[in-house]
């Protein structure tokens, strides 16, 4: 896999380094949350993945021993002697205190590297890594690591499952000229800052918006942006999609409150007919995807797919399985082994 090359393992690896959250996701959904020894801010995605871990029975996973490995120390890297580096080593050159040498050096001296995150945004590599640089799909960087760990039978079957959720999907979006004007949004509780996001374009950071083919309201403004509540009021939105807002639901509740309180925020389309809905992570993998699909279409489309509850916090809905977009206990099953 680009930018790292070729690997080879006799078996599978057994202690795990990543920093970004889509590689922790496959290892889990690949059956081996035992091996990870890291991860970028455990406890905040603690919160997060338990939420929708707590719809997978028996899957979980201990965060609380993982080393928080943003901007990693190298020194603790030698003393992990982790098995495998699934982290994208041209993106960790960019870090603070790496540059490629080091890179290099932690490959020869303690693991491999094996993964990609610039196909998250489809940004430019650094120049060092430029030539070799190539972008995936969440779901082609996640064939390649189940590889990896020998897991070809549990890919196909997690595979199958999600071919079957974006053909459900597919099959029950209305005609163009029917999807609301939606907003991808960030916003500070207090609303005093609001950070656009787009529901289209490349990376897998937005693999569960991209199949809705509504129409973005702010999809002219540059990415990461802020504007203010004004140029929300503008836009007028009939759905607006709040990132990071599942995760964190003391904000969550505040924002919603807030937009209801707000002179101007009040009278936005989205905010009157009380369609202001939760997302969760921008960079989640496999697991994050099937749950933020079926949460996307249900918040889009209540009359095609059954609607969104009026969520406040605590753990995914649990929808009865004639609600449910993908079969929840088989997705379980695959990842605790039962093909």
Known sequence: MSPAGTVEFDQPPE???????????????????DALNAMYSPANFEGNYDKLLERLDGVSVDWSDLYDSWNPDKEVLYE?????????????STMDTWDTADVEEVRTAVAPWFGNALSRNHSEPPADWADQYQYYTLWEIFEKVAEVFQERARYDALSNAKAAL???VASGLPAEDERPRTARVMMSPDLDSIWVFHMDGPGFIRSHTRPFGVDDVFADIPEAETIGLEALAEADPEVVLVENAFARADDWRAQKQNLRDDPVASGISAVKNNRVYP?????????????????????LYPEQFGAWPDYDGGPYPDFAESEQLFDHQRVADIINGDL
């Open 80 to 92: 992990l002697d982790s098995d495998l580096h699934l982290t994208d080593p041209a993106y960790v």
């Open 15 to 33: 202690s795990v380094f990543t920093i970004l959250v889509h590689h922790t996701d496959m290892v889990v959904a690949l059956g081996h949350g």
């Open 279 to 299: 997302l969760s992570a921008r960079y989640g993998g496999p697991i994050m995807n099937f749950f933020q699909l079926e949460m996307v279409a249900k918040e």
């Open 166 to 168: 974006d053909s459900t």
